[in-house]
Nanobody
Framework: QVQLVESGGGLVQAGGSLRLSCTAS????????MAWFRQAPGKEREFLSA????????SYADSVKGRFGISRDNRKNTVYLEIFSLKPEDTAVYYC???????????????WGQGTQVTVSS
């Protein structure tokens, strides 16, 4: 069973950028499709982006296209989420998730990290 640990969150000013990391331990990382979600206070969890196990296919929520970038390094067992032009409304806890299911970017994920807080000040 894979274990996921997110890092890279923090307090940033609006307009800045951030790179979040999610490092996996356990069975072969390249077996997993990976995704990023976020949950803001009082809101439901929101899908942001997903990347296929080999990294050749990516998917983004319409709300973040052009501003978020997902990538992975299977040699380092790590998936990344870069966020550009940060806005106060990006404030949330960001989670990575993993799945061995068929590719379905906004489908079900079986493994989740504990999240990393991102706070954007105006």
């Amino acid at each position: 069973q894979v274990q996921l640990v997110e890092s890279g969150g923090g307090l940033v000013q609006a307009g800045g950028s951030l790179r979040l990391s999610c490092t996996a331990s356990g069975p072969t990382f390249s077996n997993y499709n990976m995704a990023w979600f976020r949950q803001a206070p009082g809101k439901e969890r929101e899908f942001l982006s997903a990347i296929f196990r080999t990294g050749e296919t990516r998917s983004y929520a319409d709300s973040v296209k052009g501003r978020f970038g997902i990538s992975r390094d299977n040699r380092k067992n790590t998936v990344y989420l870069e966020i550009f032009s940060l806005k106060p409304e990006d404030t949330a806890v960001y989670y990575c998730a993993a799945s061995t299911r068929l590719w379905a970017p906004q489908g079900r994920y079986d493994y989740w990290g504990q999240g990393t807080q991102v706070t954007v000040s105006s």
